[in-house]
Each structure stands twice: as structure tokens, then as C-alpha cells.
T-cell receptor, first 116, second 113 residues
Framework: KAGVTQTPRYLIKTRGQQVTLSCSPI?????VSWYQQTPGQGLQFLFE???????NKGNFPGRFSGRQFSNSRSEMNVSTLELGDSALYLC???????????????FGAGSRLTVL | TQLLEQSPQFLSIQEGENLTVYCNSS?????LQWYRQEPGEGPVLLVT?????EVKKLKRLTFQFGDARKDSSLHITAAQPGDTGLYLC?????????????FGKGTKLTVNP
């Protein structure tokens, strides 16, 4: 079956612009989580959506937002981009909402954002 | 705040050598996962350990969860160039009524032929 698909894979923006990233989860998976990955901070949790509702949120400013559609596809948006937002943004899907020993996160290949 | 410290941060070895990567915390986790991430790809789950003291083997990879469920190690025997990648540990814990996952910053492993 198809894996987690993220688009676009690469993009370049300038400070002050906004960006929207898309994630299509594995068919049947209802939970989508977003992570920011940078060399200095590693993977940091942004938010998790399950059945179109945000269930968990990390410690990121309000410029970072997301949503999930009825078909489980998810988008995240970053407004008023800053240089520090340059990162690899990873989406992961899972069948269940809770992170338990039995839960498995399947990651997409990520969207690499460069802010100039 | 739950934190996971991974060591070493970088590791470069020759093919055939053995190595161990560590993941440590002062916090207790309900389970711990190990992922491997290759350049240009997302992390791929290798194993989940749940019980304190648990040892799991995946071919040449051995994973151990500490008795107190605060630390874990990954041992690779006879490393191969295909083992090259970023190894990430992730600990699951409950906070505010929901379960969360925190990642370590990773160990970047390079296995030279």
C-alpha cells in the first residue's frame, strides 16, 4: 500500500511569506502528526490531528497551524516566515491516536523548507 | 519536561566493527522506540521496547530497555555500510491526559567500507 506522501518535497521562501505543506496519510490511518526537524534541535513535535480534531499541540508559536480534512489528509501552515523556520517538516500517520507501545508511526519523506 | 539524551552524537567506524548507541533520560517512559533515518527520507521504525529490562534482537541489531525504563541502548554487531544513517530514540509518556512522544537528537552513524 502507498506510504505517507508529503508535498512539496522542497521549497524556498523569503522572510515574511507564508507556506502550506500537505500530507496524505496511509489509507485507513486517521491520526496525523507533524514534526519539525533541525540539526540543532532534532525532531520537535508540532501537533497531532485525529478525525479532523487537534488532539495534541507542541510548544510552537501561533504562526504554526494545521488542519485535517474528512479524508484524513492534513495541511500545516506557517505564516510570517522567519529564518529559523528553515527545517525539514515531517508528517507521520498512525491508525490510533495514542502513542503506546503498540502504536506505529509511519513517516513521510518530509518537506524541506528554506527561508531566505 | 521529558528529555532524551543520545550519545555519541556522531560515530564513524569501519565495516565489521561493533558499536553501541545510548539513549538516556531522568524520566520514566512507558515505551521506547528506535528509528533509523536515511538522507532524504523520513525516520523508519526499527523496534519498540515496552518492558523494563526487555531485550529485542533484529538480525545484527540488539535493543535493550533499562530496568527502570529511563534508558535504552542499541548495539550493532559487525556493522555494514548499509547501517549508515541517523539513529533516533523516542520515548512515550503520558502528560495532561494524553500520550506524547519525545525524540532524542539522534546519533549519526557512518560505516565506511
Amino acid at each position: 500500500k502507498a506510504g505517507v506522501t508529503q508535498t512539496p518535497r522542497y521549497l524556498i521562501k523569503t522572510r515574511g511569506q507564508q507556506v502550506t505543506l500537505s500530507c496524505s496519510p496511509i489509507s485507513g490511518h486517521r491520526s496525523v502528526s507533524w514534526y519539525q526537524q533541525t540539526p540543532g534541535q532534532g525532531l520537535q513535535f508540532l501537533f497531532e490531528y485525529f478525525s479532523e480534531t487537534q488532539r495534541n499541540k507542541g510548544n510552537f508559536p501561533g504562526r504554526f497551524s494545521g488542519r485535517q480534512f474528512s479524508n484524513s489528509r492534513s495541511e500545516m501552515n506557517v505564516s510570517t516566515l522567519e529564518l529559523g523556520d528553515s527545517a525539514l517538516y515531517l508528517c507521520a500517520s498512525s491508525y490510533r491516536i495514542s502513542i503506546s507501545g503498540a502504536n506505529v508511526l509511519t513517516f513521510g519523506a518530509g518537506s524541506r523548507l528554506t527561508v531566505l | 519536561t521529558q528529555l532524551l539524551e543520545q550519545s555519541p552524537q556522531f560515530l564513524s567506524i569501519q565495516e565489521g566493527e561493533n558499536l553501541t548507541v545510548y539513549c538516556n533520560s531522568s524520566s520514566v517512559f512507558s515505551s521506547l522506540q528506535w528509528y533509523r533515518q536515511e538522507p532524504g527520507e523520513g525516520p523508519v521504525l526499527l523496534v519498540t521496547v515496552v518492558t523494563g529490562g526487555e531485550v529485542k534482537k533484529l538480525k545484527r541489531l540488539t535493543f535493550q530497555f533499562g530496568d527502570a525504563r529511563k534508558d535504552s541502548s542499541l548495539h550493532i554487531t559487525a556493522a555494514q555500510p548499509g547501517d549508515t544513517g541517523l539513529y533516533l530514540c523516542a520515548g512515550a509518556f503520558r502528560e495532561g491526559g494524553s500520550e506524547k512522544l519525545v525524540f532524542g537528537k539522534g546519533t549519526k552513524l557512518t560505516v565506511n567500507p
